[in-house]
């Protein structure tokens, strides 16, 4: 599961907290790194003196997704894997949420991933090997989203379309879904009222902490595995057990 050698893989947003990290992972295990974004990164992404190609594009816009494509299979004449990772949404209110910003959240979450996916299949169907696509979806798809409904709509499309696409694509192409739960970051811990809210959130699942990035990583490094071979249109669930119903902690408090 760790030798990924000759092996080419494009991650997008792989400069992002999550993205950053998968794209790590594949690097140290010996893949060849494309990464994209919007903004050159402040810090290259690199490991153990390996370094992820980076390639300036907004997926959203066709043209400069086909141009990741085309630098991937320029600089290293094959892609293997594709991990579908940018994506998110601020907070916003469905109320007063304006037709432009929905359609950017849509964009960026669904339609821009199944885009890149149609590029890719393009390129990775001539080889005989089979190849795979990694779809980073979230729990917001999974269950209600309040607060960012467009974006939770948009990952719960893109976990439909895992599952056509693997049906469509099989054999040449895998294709699965990672829903992510809730991941430690440092920049976040404000968003749950501090470090006292943020361990009490964190103690609500099952595992009593929410995910490293790292733990996302390793979930790409064994669905682009042989171990998986036969994984397809799969949705692997990585969040701790999952959020415990609010019912049960309500329950507790009235006893």
């Not at 066709?62 to 990741?68: K, L, R």
């Not at 103690?203 to 733990?215: F, I, Q, V």
């Amino acid at each position: 599961m760790s030798d990924y050698k000759g092996k080419s893989v494009i991650v997008t947003g792989g400069a992002g907290h999550i993205g950053r990290a998968i794209s790590e992972a594949y690097l140290r295990a010996g893949a060849n790194v494309i990464i994209c974004g919007r903004r050159q990164p402040s810090q290259p992404v690199a490991i153990d003196g390996q370094s992820a190609i980076f390639v300036q594009a907004d997926i959203r816009d066709p043209s400069q997704a086909q141009q990741v494509i085309d630098q991937c299979m320029a600089q290293t004449q094959r892609l293997d894997i594709l991990v579908n990772n940018a994506g998110g949404s601020p907070p916003i209110e469905s109320a007063t949420a304006s037709p432009s910003i929905t359609d950017k959240i849509i964009q960026l979450n669904l339609v821009a991933p199944l885009i890149l996916s149609q590029m890719a299949y393009q390129v990775m169907s001539i080889d005989n090997s089979c190849a795979n696509i990694i779809n980073i979806a979230s729990v917001s798809g999974a269950r209600p989203s309040p607060g960012t409904v467009a974006y939770g709509a948009a990952k719960a499309g893109l976990l439909s379309a895992t599952k056509s696409l693997a049906q469509e694509w099989g054999p040449t192409v895998r294709v699965n879904a990672i829903i992510v739960g809730l991941v430690h970051h440092d920049a976040g811990v404000a968003h749950y009222g501090g470090p006292e809210g943020f361990a009490k959130v964190a103690n609500m699942l099952p595992l009593k902490r929410m995910a490293e990035p790292s733990d996302i990583a390793d979930a790409c490094l064994y669905l682009s595995s042989q171990q998986a071979a036969y994984v397809s249109g799969a949705t692997l669930e990585v969040d701790g057990g999952g959020e415990v119903p609010v019912f049960l902690h309500l329950a507790d408090t009235l006893v």
